[in-house]
């Protein structure tokens, strides 16, 4: 029985460090990286593609009932699929396609939370959190739903809001269903060599072009104010892009430890 119980700490350590930043930061230079060339090429598909795809989705959501099966029945209509969370084959819950069919080099998920740049503190939030996420230049973002990271994510987004619009999403942080029907990519589980990724991160800034009536659907806000430097008005954001073709009744599995860059 100890033997076991030691045999799943080690289990769960190995995948948490990944999302510990005390612990990424010892050892940042020992990440496994996939080099490609410098430029737009280390985007799987491009910064217009996601634009384009995330605009229509809120547009067709925008103003429709937020009831799930409303959500989710425009995202099939609009997207060719959906994408739930249910219990993984890992372990825990896991992220799958539920419906429909999602082709190669498609937006399938958002990874929602509190955006942090490296000066700003983080190490209280990420002890015991395994939804830290490590950009490509070192902001962190905490997709955590639960505890401190929740009331930070929260106390941001109100502050944040623009007179009657609210310029993110904190439907994510409830049980009551998704107003973006994206924002779930923190509860997509590791590879292993019996499940292999089917889908990659990659990067995206929302800047102030972005209409501003659609950014309340946006799962990330600054934990810095965006009003206070002109030069950094932007909001992070992290999206999963399937690798190969994904049917129904697949789970969505990721790559912690790989960075493109």
Not at 37 to 56: F, N, R
Not at 95 to 100: L, R
Not at 182 to 192: I, K, R, T
Request: net charge positive; hydrophobic share 35%; with cysteine.
């Amino acid at each position: 029985m100890f033997h076991t119980l030691i045999k799943n700490l080690s289990a769960r350590w190995k995948s948490y460090r990944y999302r510990f930043v005390p612990w990424i930061a010892l050892n940042f230079k020992n990440r496994t990286i996939r080099g490609v060339p410098k430029g737009s090429e280390d985007k799987v598909i491009s910064d217009k593609q996601v634009e384009d795809t995330l605009k229509t989705l809120f547009t067709k959501i925008n103003g429709v009932s937020s009831k799930p099966e409303i959500v989710l029945g425009v995202m099939r209509d609009v997207l060719g699929f959906t994408v739930e969370k249910a219990k993984s084959q890992v372990g825990g819950t896991g992220v799958y396609v539920t419906n429909g069919a999602v082709p190669k080099g498609t937006v399938l998920a958002m990874y929602p939370g509190t955006v942090y740049f490296t000066y700003e503190p983080i190490l209280l939030q990420s002890i015991g959190n395994p939804f830290i996420f490590r950009c490509l230049d070192g902001l962190l973002i905490d997709g955590n739903d639960k505890s401190i990271s929740k009331l930070i994510y929260r106390s941001c987004s109100k502050r944040e809001r623009s007179g009657p619009y609210m310029t993110s999403d904190m439907s994510w942080l409830s049980s009551d269903g998704l107003l973006n029907p994206l924002a779930l990519g923190q509860y997509v589980n590791n590879q292993s060599k019996k499940f292999p990724a089917n889908v990659v991160y990659q990067e995206y800034d929302v800047t102030d072009d972005f209409p501003l009536h659609l950014m309340k659907y946006i799962p990330n806000i600054r934990y810095s104010s965006t009003h206070h430097n002109t030069e950094t008005r932007f909001i992070r954001t992290v999206i999963l892009v399937s690798t190969r073709d994904i049917k129904a009744g697949e789970e969505i599995f990721s790559t912690y430890f790989t960075m493109v860059y």
